[in-house]
Nanobody, 116 residues
């Protein structure tokens, strides 16, 4: 069974950091572009970052310079380092196999809450 399982979310204050992880199983993780997408309460999905099989990365303007995506193909794990968190970063964070309309698998999500 193909699965993505996110972890690492939590409640933090503005300016603090979190590291999200996404454990993949059931498919050849190293071959795929992997991404992170988030959804704030009452808002649409926002695709924020991807890393392809050659480790080329992309960041949306909203997270560029603060978040870092990485992958460990030996551990079949995707990461997202979240630094300098802002209240507007609050939301459910999902990892995805693929990007936007090409997404073919998504996890159940991990909640990030940034509040003073």
């Amino acid at each position: 069974e193909e699965r993505l399982v996110e972890s690492g979310g939590g409640s933090v204050q503005p300016g603090e950091s979190l590291r999200l992880s996404c454990a993949a199983s059931g498919f050849t993780f190293s071959l795929y572009l992997m991404s992170w997408v988030r959804q704030a309460p009452g808002k649409e999905l926002e695709w924020i970052s991807y890393i392809n099989a050659y480790e080329k990365t992309y960041y949306s303007d909203s997270v560029k310079g603060r978040f870092t995506i990485s992958r460990d193909n030996a551990q079949n794990t995707l990461y997202l380092q979240l630094n300098s968190l802002k209240t507007e970063d609050t939301g459910m964070y999902y990892c995805s196999r693929g990007w936007t309309t090409a997404s073919s698998l998504r996890g159940q999500g991990t909640q990030v809450t940034v509040s003073s």
